[in-house]
């Protein structure tokens, strides 16, 4: 039995409780019936005057809609990939207006996709996982990277000095790369006979070129058998010697070696957000106390806009999934930092990357009768990688993508930091 007092106390409780169930319920339905109708608004009634058929020519008549509108650039690249457009002209040049024809709407399709691939990859990032998404891009055949990468096979921003970008002297997508090892070189005080571990290292360019310009022993680390079939090939052709190269996930890496330098290009994105900081406790472990730790990321600026979310749901698609670690430069920053790390210097090379990517595109351009030719790729290889290179040439070229150039050494009260001045 209870009393008269806690008799009302609960009759009150009850009765709240009721009523913020009911007007709950009412205000979910209200809010769902707000969005649903705000959705509908910005796909299917609101719409922008404007046509493709300046730009592009329609080869199916169910993209004869966008004659009078402009077409959200998601369904814009599909029909252009599945050759339901051709375009007028040079495409990375028509890009450049395109928002004369297009618009950056998330679609359908992009919410779809967030919900059903990126953020189930955010979360796993396992090395089955990791393994059938590096494989599936590394593993498509070397010549189709020749392609694009030329000579120097390095997938990575090269370095375009001065004379180069006021177009009195060009450099070259080899010496720009060259540049960039150089560079790399400088930033981590390579000495002969030092050991250096490169965790990504793609063909193995950086570490044969290490090898033999500085004398320090190399080891690469690739999860891509191609890559390494590659590799093998070179150190035979250029006679090489102290570039070895072990093909396995990057955390299969030996913990009973240290190493007086460690670099990591470009590869550190697909580690992911979720395995960030144990990426970095792995490094922190690898490397000698006194040594350095060179890391270039690929990342993005922190003002956000829509084009810059088009354009991450495109490649985390068709080019690059996964690769969610892929951040403004306060990610990396905070994550060295938190894992034991003290910043030695950043530079941002994000314009050197617009200047690669367009060399990229030039390159893959040149060579679209033999890519046309390949049984193996064809049209739709052709123009997919096509809108990649000129896609991305552009968004690094107005910012949206950058590229920071991180040294860092362990934050030790015995550290000698001068020995880096």
């Not at 990375?92 to 691939?117: A, D, G, H, I």
Request: glycine share 6%.
């Amino acid at each position: 039995k209870f009393s008269t007092k806690t008799r009302t106390k609960m009759s009150i409780l009850c009765y709240l409780t009721t009523t913020f169930v009911y007007y709950g319920f009412l205000a979910s339905v209200f809010a769902a019936v707000c969005i649903a109708l705000l959705f509908t608004w910005y796909w299917k009634v609101r719409s922008f005057p404007g046509t493709i058929e300046s730009h592009f020519e329609i080869k199916n008549e169910k993209m004869a809609k966008w004659r009078k509108e402009k077409i959200p650039i998601y369904y814009l690249h599909e029909a252009y990939i599945n050759q339901e457009v051709d375009v007028k002209g040079d495409l990375l040049k028509v890009l450049e207006e395109r928002e004369k024809f297009s618009t950056f709407t998330v679609t359908p399709e992009n919410m779809k996709f967030f919900f059903l691939n990126v953020v189930p990859e955010f979360f796993v990032h396992s090395k089955s996982q990791d393994r059938a998404q590096i494989c599936d891009h590394y593993n498509r055949g070397n010549e189709f990277f020749h392609w694009f990468l030329g000579d120097a096979m390095t997938y990575t921003s090269g370095i375009y000095h001065q004379s180069g970008l006021n177009g009195t002297k060009k450099t070259d997508l080899y010496q720009a790369q060259v540049n960039k090892m150089n560079k790399v070189a400088a930033r981590l005080h390579l000495k002969e006979g030092e050991e250096l571990l490169d965790i990504g290292c793609g063909w193995g360019t950086w570490i044969r070129y290490a090898a033999k310009t500085f004398g320090v022993k190399a080891t690469g680390v690739t999860i891509s058998k191609e890559q390494v079939k590659w590799h093998k090939q070179k150190v035979i052709e250029e006679e090489s010697k102290n570039a070895n190269m072990m093909c396995m996930d990057y955390r299969e890496i030996p913990k009973d070696k240290k190493y007086d330098k460690i670099s990591c290009l470009e590869m550190s994105e697909h580690v992911g957000v979720w395995k960030y900081k144990s990426f970095v406790r792995q490094v922190y472990n690898l490397l000698k106390d006194d040594g350095l730790f060179y890391l270039q990321i690929a990342g993005l600026r922190m003002t956000c806009y829509f084009e810059d979310i088009c354009w991450a749901f495109f490649m985390d698609k068709y080019i690059f999934p996964g690769a969610d670690a892929s951040l403004p430069l306060t990610f990396p920053i905070f994550m060295l930092e938190t894992g034991g790390f003290e910043i030695n210097s950043v530079q941002t090379i994000g314009v050197h990357y617009g200047l690669t990517l367009h060399a990229w595109y030039d390159l893959w351009v040149s060579n679209k009768a033999k890519i046309l030719k390949d049984p193996k790729y064809g049209v739709r290889w052709y123009r997919l990688w096509e809108w990649f290179l000129a896609w991305s040439a552009i968004i690094a070229k107005q910012g949206t993508s950058a590229c920071f150039m991180i040294i860092a050494h362990k934050n030790l009260n015995t550290q000698v930091r001068y020995q880096w001045v």
